[in-house]
């Protein structure tokens, strides 16, 4: 089963009503715009953003501002007589457990299996089955997960990471994911920005350095900024501040350029005092358009929210209008934020391919606002996880 089997049409119909969106937004706050966008069939994301001078000491904060219906789950007395058996690999990523928490006291029609690399994470062992996948870059990656699929008779499988999402795409797996075309973009900037520019989407400018046109690069106003190709979670990105740094950048296979639109006022740490051990690019109030896509190409309900976090940046709104950065085939890290106030996405993707009935309605609204905490999960551990807490 592949889903969104027109990913033109449908990201042309969100871009128009973005557009609207956007124009209701201009006039009713003063403050500049900012859109990426990201689509998971059935899920896609627009994501729009705007500067604030909101200073608080959290990792991530959203608010809802408006959404297309109240509750996006239909009240329904009639549920199934089987549980659906639904296998989530990467379960034990932080998005693995975002998707999770938002299925918490409602898995009653669920067998949920959690795949990953440890079966022993916390996300993995709070499914109902716990399997071991091999990691994705490497050859069995994909037959394990046709393996798992088959002796757990698996209805719907949803993948957890990027790589996931690309490797399955190529499958005929039973998926809840775009179709490989769109996945392939959307992996790739390069391509999602040729592509975009083939259907008449605004994208931000982007040389690559794999091509003869990288070098225009070096003519475009500093600061810029310099991402992998196949990047993901902000994971390898630098800013450019010098033409020196644009030119060592060209020599580096595998990254992109683009214009650092509307940059914040400080994107260099303060060294007056030493270099700190940790340092981030605040990035503060982004105004959000979560729209879902169904199995056939169609746009379902959609959701406007505004966040604000210290970690993760987005191009800003130009001179030249809203520009997009970005597709991503999956769910998002917001998605559990999103359930706290009101937007069922998750639940609205297994009602949809596995049929009404499959997971009960959540609470309208748990809450006006969503705050992500940094919180050590253990002692003599670095390493940090974020608890979304709501208000």
């Not at 089963?1 to 449908?10: D, L």
């Not at 690399?117 to 109902?128: A, I, Q």
């Not at 997960?145 to 719907?156: F, G, K, S």
């Not at 503060?284 to 169904?294: D, K, R, S």
Request: glycine share 8%; proline share 9%; hydrophobic share 40%.
């Amino acid at each position: 089963m592949q889903a969104n089997k027109k990913p033109c049409t449908s990201l042309s119909e969100l871009w128009e009503m973005l557009a609207a969106f956007s124009s209701e937004a201009n006039g009713s706050h003063d403050a500049t715009h900012t859109l990426a966008a990201s689509t998971c069939s059935p899920v896609a994301n627009k994501l729009t953003s705007v500067t604030s001078n909101a200073s608080t000491n959290h990792n991530l904060a959203i608010c809802i501002i408006a959404t297309n219906q109240g509750s996006n789950l239909p009240n329904t007395t009639t549920f199934r007589q089987t549980p659906a058996r639904v296998l989530l690999t990467s379960a034990g990523s932080l998005l693995g457990r975002g998707i999770l928490s938002t299925l918490a006291g409602r898995r009653q029609h669920l067998v949920l299996v959690g795949g990953d690399l440890n079966p022993h994470n916390p996300g993995t062992r709070s499914c109902d089955v716990a399997v071991s996948l091999p990691p994705t870059h490497t050859p069995g990656f994909t037959e394990a997960v046709a393996r798992t699929v088959a002796e757990h008779h698996i209805d719907l499988v949803i993948p957890g990471r990027d790589p996931d999402a690309l490797l399955l795409a190529h499958t005929n797996l039973p998926l809840a994911a775009s179709n490989p075309q769109l996945v392939e973009i959307s992996r790739d900037k390069l391509l999602t920005y040729q592509w975009c520019q083939g259907v008449g989407i605004p994208f931000v400018a982007t040389a690559c350095t794999d091509h003869a046109d990288g070098p225009q690069a070096l003519e475009w106003p500093l600061p810029l900024i310099a991402k992998p190709r196949a990047g993901s979670g902000s994971i390898g990105v630098r800013v450019l501040h010098t033409p020196a740094q644009v030119a060592a950048t060209l020599a580096q296979p595998g990254m992109v350029i683009q214009p650092f639109l509307d940059p914040p006022p400080q994107l260099s740490p303060d060294l007056t005092l030493g270099t700190p051990l940790f340092w981030k690019v605040e990035c503060n109030a982004e105004y959000g358009v979560q729209a879902l896509i169904g199995p056939h190409g169609e746009v379902g309900p959609w959701f406007c929210f505004v966040a604000s976090h210290k970690s993760g940046r987005n191009a800003r709104r130009s001179a030249q209008g809203w520009q997009l950065i970005e597709i991503n085939p999956r769910f998002s890290g917001g998605t559990s934020g999103r359930y706290l106030l009101g937007f069922d996405e998750v639940g609205w993707v297994l009602n949809t391919w596995l049929g009404a009935g499959t997971v009960p309605p959540g609470p309208a609204v748990l809450a006006q606002e969503v705050v992500w905490l940094p919180q050590e999960f253990a002692l003599g551990q670095s390493a940090t996880t974020a608890t979304p807490l709501f208000v």
